[in-house]
């Protein structure tokens, strides 16, 4: 997820190239291969640091790759990717690194984003670690300017680090919850609600996809700025809180 005004990372190299050792090389080709194959377009592909991300923000592995390629509902395009979390899941736990809790809004935000998703009754809770009882765990690390990057599942469990802009300590509250919030909803499977359309949020195109973006019914089908929290980018005066639509999505899947 990005700032209106910044892109907060940069890749090492050109769209599709990476830039470590062969080992590393590889295993990023077959992540772009499968993303391709699973319908995603290459200007929504990009690498930063030795990792793709789809989306600007969204870390995929070579595991949730493969995933990608397996049988899913549906072709409509909007919310949703191919990987969810599994039943074995009941309780995630957010776990801050001391850097993290370092950064009073970042701190304050992690609570209210928590809040959010436990505030809907949802068959998986977040709580925020370390504590017990645990059957996922998320690291909360941090990051470099304003914005946040996160993955998405893998056999069946959440991805398990989202990583928030330090940059966002000198904004409210309010936007640290809302860009907490976003992140960990791509670990627990969403895709931005604006990606068909990114000028909605951000005033370029993400590009659309084919079975890793299902369309989760009850939800709408367009997302102008301000209707989601997992649109691409956000405003300043975002308030952190979920929209209707939010809420319709995670009920159905959760």
């Known amino acids: 997820m990005f700032k209106r005004v910044a892109v907060v990372v940069v890749s090492c190299g050109a769209l599709l190239a990476g830039c470590g050792t062969e080992p590393q090389i590889d295993s990023q080709e ?10 995603f377009q290459a200007e929504d592909i990009m690498v930063v640091e030795d990792a793709v991300y789809v989306g600007r923000d969204a870390h995929v592995t070579l595991e949730a ?24 899941v009941t309780k995630i736990c957010v776990n801050p690194t001391a850097t993290f809790n370092s950064y009073t809004r970042l701190s304050q935000g992690l609570d209210l984003a928590l809040a959010n998703y436990n505030a809907l ?28 990057s996160a993955g998405y599942p893998s056999g069946g469990r959440p991805y398990g680090q989202i990583n928030i802009g330090t940059g966002l300590n000198a904004y409210s509250v309010d936007l640290n919850e809302h860009v907490i919030t976003h992140e960990l909803g791509h ?7 604006d ?5 909605h949020s951000c005033g370029v195109s993400e590009g659309s996809a084919g079975v890793g973006a299902i369309h989760i019914p009850g939800t709408p089908t367009t997302s102008p700025a ?21 809420i319709t999505a995670l009920n159905y899947l959760y």
């Open 65 to 88: 790759s493969r995933e990608m390629l397996q049988p899913g509902e549906g072709s409509a395009e909007h919310y949703r990717t191919t990987n969810l979390v599994g039943t074995a």
């Open 121 to 148: 009754a949802l068959r998986i809770s977040f709580a925020r670690g370390p504590t017990t009882g645990c059957t996922a765990n998320i690291t909360a690390a941090t990051m470099a300017g304003s914005g946040g």
């Open 195 to 199: 990606f068909f359309n990114v000028a």
């Open 187 to 193: 670990t627990i499977g969403f895709r931005h609600s």
């Open 226 to 246: 301000g209707t989601s929290l997992m649109n691409t980018c956000f405003r300043s005066s975002e308030t952190g809180e979920f929209t209707s639509s939010d």
């Open 30 to 39: 077959e992540i772009i291969s499968n993303l391709l194959e699973a319908g």
